[in-house]
Structures are given as C-alpha cells and as structure tokens.
T-cell receptor
C-alpha cells in the first residue's frame, strides 16, 4: 500500500458526460501528479500540482481540468467525454516539488460507452 | 524532448531463468532513472531508481545501472519467479522540470513454472 488513495476504483459513463476523479496523497506529501494509461498512448503525464498551485502541464486535453485543495487532495475533472477517454487514471504524490520519488495510487478505471 | 525506449514484450521465461529488459533514454538535462512494476490489476510500484551516472539501483533481486555513456538503464534479475510476472516500465524524470515522469511503453514479462 503506497498510502495514496483514489476514488472511485471503477467508473462507467456515457459519451458527453462529465466525471470527477479524486486523489488523496500520502500524509505530508505536497505534490500531486496525474497520469493517464491507455492502450494506444501508454502512460503519459497529464498535470502536476504543488501545495495548491499548478506547476506543470503535459498532454492534458482542454476538456480536462484539475485542482488541488487546501487539504492537499486533488480532483481531476473530465468533461464532454469521448470513447477515447477510456483509460486508467493514476494519481501519484511526492514530498516536495523537486523530489524524484513518486508514489502511485491504485488508479481509477474509466470506461466511456 | 525527453523519451524512453524499452524492448517490446511479451517476454516469456521459465522459472529461474535470467531476465534482461533493455531501456534507453534521451533527455535534455540530467535525469533520474526508474523502473516501475505493475502487477495484474494493480497500480504502479517503484522497483528501483538511480539518480546519477554509474549508480546501481537494486531491489528484490532486480538491478539496473545508470549508464550515461550509452544512455541506458537495463533491468536484470538473475533468477526469476512466477511472482515476477508483471509489466515493467522504465522511466525518467528531470528535477528542473518538476520531476514529472516520462515512461517507456512497458514490457510484459510472463514467467512460467
């Protein structure tokens, strides 16, 4: 158990809908990362937050957004969902902004029908 | 940009065989290198890491050496077990870029009894 929790574990929804994925980092970790794992794109970085502020953006679609709250949990919002958004979404956390070791949560599997 | 290339699988081995998974990288800057493992139905677990040239990361019988001259970080294990069946991901991060991870495509390893 990495100490990173993600909810829900599975999510099934329809095209055009909006969903929110939640992540709670390890106790004391200030930095949160979101990654997407799909069959065609592999594992790719989406976005990073540090202590409530966005720090880096990767290949994140405009339909997706995220935030980190004062209690350090983070949410990833996916809207106008398409079939191709079906994937595993992982959250990871690390102690500081420049710390290289990230601890991953179990992931949320999103299925868009 | 940064990228990681690792050998495609699946790699099928018999128990007690020697395992090598090749990984090479390109990076702007001085990366830290990682191997993550994903067991069936689970999230990513950090297997080992190395943060500077000639460092050797090791864990659970797995080893990898950071080779700057060949930009490689090959994973090896001398005697695999059925429980090592998983997908292995090579990855890099660069501190100046917030340490977001860039992953290779993953290598599925199947160990048969």
């Amino acid at each position: 158990d990495s100490g990173v929790t993600q909810t829900p574990k599975h999510l099934i929804t329809a095209t055009g809908q909006r969903v929110t994925l939640r992540c709670s980092p390890r106790s004391g970790d200030l930095s949160v990362y979101w990654y997407q794992q799909s069959l065609d794109q592999g594992l790719q970085f989406l976005i990073q937050y540090y202590n409530g502020e966005e720090r880096a953006k990767g290949n994140i679609l405009e339909r997706f957004s995220a935030q980190q709250f004062p209690d350090l949990h983070s949410e990833l919002n996916l809207s106008s969902l398409e079939l191709g958004d079906s994937a595993l979404y992982f959250c990871a956390s690390s102690v500081e902004y420049g710390t290289d070791t990230q601890y991953f949560g179990p992931g949320t599997r999103l299925t868009v029908l | 940009g940064n990228s990681v290339t690792q050998m495609e699988g699946p790699v099928t081995l018999s128990e007690e065989a020697f395992l090598t998974i090749n990984c090479t990288y390109t990076a702007t800057g001085y990366p830290s290198l990682f191997w993550y493992v994903q067991y069936p139905g689970e999230g990513l677990q950090l297997l080992l890491k190395a943060t500077k040239a000639d460092d050797k990361g090791s864990n659970k019988g797995f080893e990898a050496t950071y080779r700057k001259e060949t930009t490689s970080f090959h994973l090896e294990k001398g005697s695999v077990q059925v429980s090592d069946s998983a997908v292995y991901f090579c990855a890099l991060s660069i501190k100046a870029a917030g340490n977001k991870l860039t992953f290779g495509g993953g290598t599925r390893v199947l160990v048969k009894p």
